[in-house]
């Protein structure tokens, strides 16, 4: 059995009669806010990405074992 558009609506209609306007317009805010917030957070975590792939593909300097950390030595004013 397919569902036609004449049942959709007869179900739309139904919701519509239980519920009422102010509910179902109060619940599809709810659901906007929802999509955008996941939207955010799906950037967000995309641009996090980007940029620890970007500060990984800067450091080229092999690591040479037993040697210093290539951190430039402070001198002492004297």
């Known amino acids: 059995m397919q569902v036609g558009p004449w049942q959709i609506l007869i179900i739309a209609i ?3 009669a239980l519920f009422g306007r102010g509910k179902i317009s109060g619940l599809m ?10 939207k955010k957070g799906v950037k967000d975590s995309t641009e996090e990405l980007e940029r ?9 300097t092999p ?3 037993g040697a210093a950390p290539a951190v430039p030595a402070e001198r002492e004013k004297v």
């Not at 805010?29 to 996941?38: L, V």
């Not at 620890?52 to 593909?57: F, L, R, S, T, V």
């Open 14 to 16: 139904v919701v519509l």
């Open 29 to 38: 805010g709810e659901f906007g806010k929802g999509i955008t917030a996941f």
């Open 52 to 60: 620890e792939q970007a500060d990984a593909a800067r450091d080229v």
């Open 63 to 65: 690591a040479v074992p």
